[in-house]
């Protein structure tokens, strides 16, 4: 089971930038895909943005030319970078690694709190 250790989150004003990173440990062999998605309660949980093998960058509508997500792996991390806040970012953001194990569902992080708000 792999274990995904996420940081980052916090209080930000709107228009303002954040970066959330996302350590996997743990069996992470066998890669498939590793990305962040959130969830405000009373609603589904929603992707943001990953990285599938292959090197592909997948983007939810409500953040393309906003966010931008890079993996390291060297340190086996995935960083999800937002510019342009909006207070419908505010959200729990959570780590999500798939592998080949772990397929389809993967393993989730604990989830970092966003909010924003002036």
């Known amino acids: 089971q792999a274990h995904l250790v996420e940081s980052g989150g916090g209080l930000v004003q709107p228009g303002g930038s954040l970066r959330l990173s996302c350590e996997a440990s743990?069996?992470?062999?066998?890669?498939?895909?590793m990305g962040w998605y959130r969830q405000v309660p009373g609603k589904l949980r929603e992707l943001v943005a990953r990285?599938?093998?292959?090197?592909?960058?997948d983007y939810a509508d409500s953040v393309k030319g906003r966010a931008t997500i890079s993996k390291d792996n060297a340190k086996n991390t995935v960083d999800l970078q937002i510019t342009s806040l909006k207070p419908e970012d505010t959200a729990v953001y959570l780590c999500?690694?798939?592998?080949?194990?772990?397929?389809?569902?993967?393993?989730w992080g604990q989830g970092i709190q966003v909010t924003v708000s002036s």
């Open positions: 999500n690694l798939v592998t080949v194990a772990t397929a389809p569902f993967g393993s």
């Open positions: 743990g069996r992470i062999d066998g890669f498939r895909a």
């Open positions: 990285i599938i093998i292959g090197g592909r960058a």
